[in-house]
């Protein structure tokens, strides 16, 4: 029997509530893979483009997304972190090198957020440096009040407002990936 979502979830002194549940993030995630069946399907030959999930956070998305996909991929995850431990993002992370090579290849990055848009920006230098031939870029989330980057995605799962959020693989300091649901923060009193 499956269980009902937690409707809330706590981190030390933070509460964060449900926003999204797992029925609705999954129903999403379908419609984003059609979306992507439909542009790399009829491209499906040779050796198809390279799916980049953005670790840790965008695993979860990852693992709900590639069992729809109907055409050839290979997968280079890709370690970036730009947030430490806190809740404010910092400027631009550092971008490791693949370990397939990306001349010539089209690229599907996988995000769980977009936030400040600051990683979009330092992946996307680092990617067309090495000139793939596309950077395709797809977000669970997208937070358009806080983006100031100038790479958007061109497929978000969810346009959500200002607060924190958790779970589905997104954490707080490590915490609350495991969450079934996204979860947001519940603003504190002053
Ligand atoms: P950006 O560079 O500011 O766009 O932020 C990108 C990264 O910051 C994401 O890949 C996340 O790891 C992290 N991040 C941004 N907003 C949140 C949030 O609300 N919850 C958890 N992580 C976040």
Excluded at 149 to 164: C, K, Q, S, V
Aim: some cysteine; overall charge negative; hydrophobic content about 45%.
């Amino acid at each position: 029997v499956p269980k009902p979502p937690l409707t809330h979830y706590r981190i030390d002194d933070k509460t964060f509530e449900l926003l999204y549940p797992k029925a609705v993030i999954q129903e999403r995630v379908t419609e984003l893979a059609a979306i992507l069946n439909q542009r790399f399907e009829s491209k499906n030959e040779g050796r198809g483009p390279i799916l980049m999930p953005v670790l840790t956070g965008a695993l979860m998305f990852f693992g709900e997304l590639v069992p729809l996909l109907h055409f050839g991929y290979e997968i280079a995850p890709i370690k970036i972190s730009s947030y430490g431990s806190g809740m404010i993002s910092g400027g631009l992370p550092a971008i490791p090198e693949s370990h397939i090579p990306v001349g010539g290849r089209d690229i599907i990055i996988l995000e769980d957020i977009v936030d400040s848009g600051n990683t979009a920006i330092a992946l996307h230098a680092k990617l067309r440096e090495q000139n793939c031939a596309s950077v395709y870029f797809a977000s669970l989330l997208f937070k358009p009040h806080a983006f100031k980057g100038t790479i958007r995605p061109d497929w978000a799962g969810f346009e959500i407002g200002d607060a924190f959020v958790i779970g589905f693989g997104l954490d707080y300091a490590e915490r609350g990936r495991h969450l079934r649901g996204i979860y947001q923060l519940v603003a504190q009193p002053a």
